[in-house]
């Protein structure tokens, strides 16, 4: 799991860039709200509105992110003052943070900018439940987040927008398609309120205080799932997360007591590891998460042994609710999923191969690089959606030994592809006629894996590896593709999620 977060491919190194701006981007929040404050509530409330936007704001372009974050007060502010004056009115309270949950992962329809809204207003009612905020901390909670979202747009947009250098990747909230509640996000809406509302009940039962890590657990679970043995494998995986978390924060949370510098700088660490680890492994993710929330709870003054206790039982107790909701309600098996998202990254690696080509023989247009990087995020969503069939726990082992490979030879194309679009890149690479010939064997082979009764066109001969040096390396990278690609066919007509 340690070699999955730190040899994970980083293209661009976009998920270092992007762990070190939030680091940046947060820590001027926090800094800025603290000063024109003088609140730890105010503090803590902007830092998380900055690690939000920093952090689930992915729109195409720099423009659209720029929109959506200037969205997020109009989104989350109403719900902010809703949850503050609902504080004394705890049925009523509850029956509006399941509502919230409900619309925001409804609003995930939208693309990038309904997730980011949907998650920023979801978290402005969990982050009052945090805080216990009241009415009369609305004006300093505003100001404090206001503060925030302007200073780490400072960051993002202007001291470092990376986007503008490189193609910012394409993003995957969820598969596309569908009606009624055959969508992917009205199927999760219904899901999402069902599991919530069991999660919000059960963990009133645990703790009548700590009852929202609960009702947050299965939101964060629903997160870029569309099937039932994702969900369930990311519900395990919360879980394993919090409880690594929760032993790291007794060994160092819970001696700092709140320490400011120490606690700090440990935060600091805490917010790279959540934006480094996210897109390779949730497992990490959450144990960072989880350190961070225990030393919050430090600054706080009411960090001990038995709260850290406490938020594991509610975590598996919103991991539970999930599960019991994508079991039951308008359940959705793996391989209704699974074919989807392999189909998507074959495409992607179809067009990532034409745009190289294209580079090759002179384009300045052609720019393979975005497509690099939108394969990475299509290769992570099919070892999500593949997940439930390579789990240690899994009993069926012929189709685990197909899933595998299945991973394995797509990650064979992306390196190949990663490598034929460095080449592409260098402007000593000569044109070489052989590219078309060999953009056309791939293309075929694509076809073949995404066209039922489709066989490989062998119109023209295939060619040795040849001598790695300017055109002939991409001719390289070409052949070592179409050979991943057609060794593909054997696991995929294995029916590997059948």
Known sequence: MLKRVFVAPDPGRLRLRSAARGVLGVGLAVTVSDLAMQSLPAAIAGGLAALLALFTVADGSVRGQAVTTVLLPAAGFPVLALAAVLHEYAWIRDVAFVAVLGAGMYARRWGPRGHA??????MMFFAAQFLHAV???LPELYAAVALALLASSVVRFGLWCYERRLSPPAVVVVAPGGTGFARVTTRHAVQGMAGGAFALLVGQLVSHERWYWAVGAVWWIFVNTTSRGETLVRGFRRVLGTVIGIAIGLVIAVPLDGAGAPTAALVAVCVFGIFYTAAVSYTWMMLAVTVMAGLLY??????????????VMETGVGALGAGLAVSLVLPVT???????WIQRALHCVHACTSEAAARLAGSPAADPARYVAELELLLGRVRLSLAPL???????RARKARARQVI????RCAREVRGLASVAADPDASHDARLAAAC???EAAVEALITPGATPSEGHAAVAAPHPS???????HLHGLEQALKALAVPLQGSVAA
């Open 117 to 122: 809204l949907g998650t920023f207003a979801f």
């Open 135 to 137: 009415p009369g901390q």
């Open 298 to 311: 430090g600054l706080l003054g009411v960090l001990n042994p038995g709260l850290l206790a406490l938020r």
């Open 334 to 340: 793996t391989h209704a999923t699974t074919d989807a």
């Open 390 to 396: 390579v789990h240690p726990f899994t009993p069926l």
């Open 408 to 411: 394995e030879l797509l990650d």
């Open 440 to 442: 056309w064997r791939v």
């Open 470 to 476: 300017g055109g002939e390396l991409a001719l390289a």
